[in-house]
């Protein structure tokens, strides 16, 4: 059995149609036939498993990299937002993984947008807690 950040019962985006397609934060520049056949196949492999690491795990982190499946970004962040202080969001404009979560730390005043980049595939953004840290390089 493979590995994976979260499990079935944590896993928001079950509906294509309701919680993908519609979803005012889905940003894909894809064909609805090849995101719902890519959604499918998600679902096959998130079935199988119960629970994911990042449910089971107490950890607080620095800093977090969210970039896994395209579907399951939103949950991570959910899973991890209370217990890190940097995310790096990559496809942060153009994903579905991403796009809501880039819109939350927007409209928190907590957080802080420390860079953004328009210029490669699909963008990033670097959000940090508003609190003295040694992000200063960046």
């Not at 998130?46 to 107490?58: A, K, P, V, W």
Request: aromatic share 16%; glycine share 6%; with cysteine.
């Amino acid at each position: 059995m493979q590995a994976s950040s979260l499990g079935c019962d944590f896993f928001s985006a079950r509906d294509f149609e309701k919680d993908v397609w519609s979803s005012p934060f889905h940003g894909l520049r894809y064909s609805k036939e090849q995101v719902a056949g890519w959604h499918a196949e998600d679902m096959v492999r998130i079935q199988q498993l119960s629970r994911g690491f990042l449910e089971d795990s107490t950890e607080d982190w620095d800093a977090v990299l969210i970039d896994g499946g395209e579907f399951v970004g939103r949950d991570e962040f959910r899973l991890l937002r209370s217990r890190s202080r940097c995310f790096f969001l990559d496809g942060a404009f153009h994903a579905f993984k991403k796009w809501n979560n880039r819109h939350i730390f927007l409209m928190d005043t907590a957080c802080e947008l420390v860079k953004k980049n328009l210029r490669l595939r699909n963008w990033y953004s670097i959000f940090s807690l508003r609190l003295p840290c040694f992000w200063g390089w960046v």
